[in-house]
């Protein structure tokens, strides 16, 4: 996880400032400052993100989008350098769960889309290691050797996320015993471009994967079924198949769920309903994947496609 200072944030942050919409008339806003939202370069969020920010220039806002590490936000809400953060995944549970004890930080619930993120493959690897999607067949060593390639040393070519993701894959794979190469993308749209050349190669690989998504939720392929999450996995070593290890399970599946910093909700209770009542579809977050992944448009430009075609449902949030 990396580490955060309060007092860098403001270097740290590059910021777009989004000018403000028509203010609604039944509720104008309150709150006149601009209304800082993250954005972290990976497509599904920041297409969530933007989303709902253009929503809240149409009532009438300001709004800043803040590029910032995912890991760090949500230090940076606890703190109050972030306002409101509307497309958390319910699978970093861990990061959630301490951000709320704070005391600084309310879950506003979800927002409507359900998650996963665990290992994936393609289905002709399936072929290589035919025990899969059971995480016990990348125990046999034939297994191994099939996903292997002579850039991984005879060990499972794994790839990982980028390095601020929380997918605790060392931990995982040191607790389950497994003999996995990781490489790790710079970027979300490495790691799919990655995955995308492998599987048109047809080349042994295993990668994270993550629903909702274009590709990882195409039927083109299959997760790996791990120990199912427990609360206790990530902190008891007790707790599990390992009795040594923590982590020897999967990431919780969940919601994407939104979040949002206390002392801001005083200021501007209007904005906070709005966050309440935004709700999108796995098919809407879908599509603005691949409309970023597949036909090169920015998340602000997928984004307001959607608000475009949806002025019915977002348009009864402002009431």
């Known amino acids: ?46 297409f969530i ?9 149409k009532a009438g806002y300001n709004v800043e989008y803040l590029k910032i590490d995912y890991t760090a936000h949500f230090t940076a809400l606890e703190f109050g350098d972030i306002d409101m953060s509307p497309a958390v995944w319910g ?10 004890k704070s005391g600084e930080v309310v879950n506003a619930g979800s927002a409507g889309v359900k998650t996963r993120e665990s290992w994936w493959y393609p289905n002709y690897v399936g072929e290589l290691c035919p025990g899969l999607p059971d995480w016990k067949a990348l125990l046999d060593p034939a297994c191994v050797k099939a ?17 601020d993701f929380a997918a605790y894959d060392p931990e995982r794979i040191k607790a389950l015993g497994l003999n996995a190469h990781i490489t ?26 993550m629903t909702p998504h274009w590709l990882y939720g195409s039927g083109q392929g299959k997760f790996v079924e791990f120990p199912e999450f427990d609360d206790r996995c990530p902190t008891d070593a007790s707790w599990g198949i390992n009795p040594n290890e923590v982590w020897d399970c999967a990431l919780s599946v969940g919601d994407i769920v939104k979040l949002y910093n206390v002392n801001f909700a005083k200021k501007a209770p209007y904005a906070i309903k709005i966050l309440t009542n935004f709700q999108l579809s796995t098919d809407d977050v879908a599509t603005g994947i691949s409309r970023q992944d597949v036909d090169g448009a920015t ?5 307001q496609e959607w608000v475009d075609r949806n002025t019915e449902v977002w348009s009864k949030w402002l009431k």
Do not use: C, H
């Open 49 to 57: 993100d933007y989303a709902f920010g253009q929503i809240l220039t």
């Open 147 to 163: 996903l292997s390639t002579p850039e991984t040393g005879g060990a499972i070519n794994y790839l990982g996320t980028p390095p």
């Open 91 to 100: 699978t970093s549970k861990d990061l959630v769960d301490k951000t709320i």
């Open 184 to 209: 790790l993308p710079g970027t979300v749209g490495t790691m799919v471009a990655t995955m995308k050349g492998a599987i048109e190669k047809r080349q042994p690989i295993i990668g994270w994967g």
């Open 1 to 46: 996880m990396k580490t955060y200072q309060s007092s860098l944030l403001a270097a740290a942050f590059a910021i777009v400032v989004a000018g403000a919409g028509s203010a609604n008339a039944q509720n104008a806003p309150e709150f006149t400052e601009p209304i800082r939202i993250p954005v972290y370069n990976v497509p599904d969020s920041d």
């Open 299 to 303: 998340p602000e430009q997928a984004a």
